[in-house]
């Protein structure tokens, strides 16, 4: 999936232009293609020779289970689309998390967390006296 998912975002598109063709003018960019096979390499030696497949803890697979991988990985192609075509009105209703918000949410939890072990050490020094 993360071959594929390379193809993706490769092309992003707008909201008045979706680009589809995510393998429109791949000949262009040499140092893609290169990355490509050079992590496909990777990936299928990793998961196909016994003597590598020990170091990466991984079990050596299948013919079928490689086809499986790779349609498998030809579903995020799928979705790409999918989300290509989500209407922008859709996507604006989705919540998102601010980082101003998150901030000071994990501050106030920070002293609140400070302030209750000051108060247990305090109790403590209390009850020992």
């Known amino acids: 999936m993360n071959l594929f998912n390379m193809f993706n975002c490769r092309k992003i598109g707008s909201e008045t232009d979706p680009q589809l063709n995510v393998f429109d003018s791949i000949h262009h960019n040499w140092w893609f293609l290169i990355i490509l ?3 496909l390499n990777v990936q ?3 998961v196909s020779y ?7 803890m991984t079990t050596p697979l299948t013919f079928g289970m490689h086809i499986t ?9 799928a979705v790409c689309v999918g989300i290509k075509y989500t ?5 604006k209703k989705i919540p998102s998390i601010e980082e101003k918000e998150t901030e000071q949410s994990l501050t106030r939890l920070i002293d ?3 302030n209750s072990v000051q108060n247990r050490a305090l109790e403590r020094s209390l ?3």
């Open 112 to 114: 609140d967390h400070i």
């Open 37 to 39: 096979l050079a992590e």
């Open 127 to 129: 009850l020992t006296k």
């Open 87 to 91: 209407p922008y009105e859709w996507v």
């Open 50 to 56: 016994p003597g590598i497949c020990v170091l990466f």
């Open 69 to 77: 991988a790779f349609i498998l990985g030809l579903g995020s192609l």
């Open 44 to 46: 299928y030696i990793m």
